[in-house]
């Protein structure tokens, strides 16, 4: 009995060192930043500077994670500009998924506006750990189309 159980504590004591916590413990998101990026291409357009900006971060398990009302009077250049906005955890449980699965933007420009972008999600986590995702292809709002889904 005892020599199955020294190297049962030896494996879990270097799971403890490598994992710098004991293993079953959750890892919480401590902050979200989403990075908009407006590309350099014919037919692309930028975000005006009047134009406030809506935002839901889904995690990988399907709950709103992180969110912002971006209000900044700051255009965003189309010209392969990369802006990062900062956004409110609501949810930073281990349940809610260490990896953005979606985000919905919803602009409301003071008159027209049309905006292309492309949209990437850095979560920072408990433990330490920076997670990037990129999401796949680029969207379009517009006055008239103000809500875009980006998806992982």
Not at 58 to 73: C, I, L
Request: aromatic share 8%; net charge negative; proline share 3%.
């Amino acid at each position: 009995m005892k020599q199955t159980y020294i190297p049962v504590c030896r494996l879990l004591f270097i799971i403890f060192l490598i994992a710098g916590k004991p293993a079953g413990a959750q890892t919480n998101i401590t902050s979200c930043t989403v990075v908009f990026i407006t590309p350099d291409c014919d037919g692309c357009d930028n975000k005006d500077h009047d134009t406030n900006i809506r935002i839901s971060v889904f995690g990988a398990h399907g709950s709103e994670v992180a969110s912002a009302y971006y209000t900044q009077d700051l255009e965003f250049k189309d010209d392969g500009s990369e802006h990062a906005v900062a956004c409110s955890i609501t949810n930073n449980s281990g349940s809610a998924g260490a990896f953005a699965q979606k985000i919905v933007v919803t602009i409301e420009p003071n008159g027209n506006d049309d905006w292309v972008f492309q949209a990437r999600v850095l979560f920072t986590l408990s433990n330490g750990v920076t997670t990037r995702t990129d999401l796949r292809g680029q969207a379009s709002v517009s006055r008239g189309a103000p809500t875009a889904v980006l998806w992982k």
